[in-house]
């Protein structure tokens, strides 16, 4: 039995892909400059860190847990990370941190602490208290 090749279009477009594919590949890398995209997920020079609160938020720790506290001080779920460091593009992340033991600490939420993510009175300093919240100190 002899090979015939057949006559449809589209199996021509299956057998030489190139020829529809390349034209509408260039179009497409025409259209949309990615590191523009990059740029403004990813900006080089991060956000400063909000204050969140002038108070610092106790939270009880269980012992070998991973916690996420938040560093650019957007969240809604202070002292926690919800993910509005990335939503909002500041190009900041949290600070992961695993406990040590099961207790009750005083997490920072003006995020002006020298031990992040402990607060350590920085709080009650005239910057952090003059400061209003969701600004940068
Ligand atoms: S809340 Fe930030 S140092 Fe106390």
């Known amino acids: 039995?002899?090979?015939?090749?057949?006559?449809?279009?589209?199996?021509?477009?299956?057998?030489?892909?190139?020829k529809v594919c390349l034209p509408a590949l260039q179009k497409l890398s025409q259209r949309r400059d990615i590191t523009s995209w990059l740029a403004r997920w990813f900006p080089k020079t991060p956000a400063k860190a909000v204050v969140a609160q002038k108070t610092p938020i106790k939270v009880e720790l269980v012992s070998g847990k991973t916690y996420r506290w938040c560093?650019?001080?957007?969240?809604?779920?202070?002292?926690?990370?919800?993910?509005?460091?990335?939503?909002?593009?500041?190009?900041?992340?949290?600070?992961k941190f695993k406990a040590q033991e099961t207790r009750t600490v005083a997490l920072c939420t003006c995020k002006a602490t020298q031990r992040p993510p402990y607060c350590d009175g920085t709080h009650r300093s005239e910057r952090v208290q003059k400061a209003d919240v969701g600004t940068p100190l």
């Open 1 to 18: 039995m002899a090979f015939r090749r057949p006559a449809s279009s589209s199996v021509s477009v299956f057998l030489f892909p190139n």
């Open 71 to 95: 560093v650019c001080g957007r969240s809604k779920k202070q002292p926690f990370c919800d993910g509005s460091h990335f939503f909002q593009h500041t190009g900041l992340a949290p600070l």
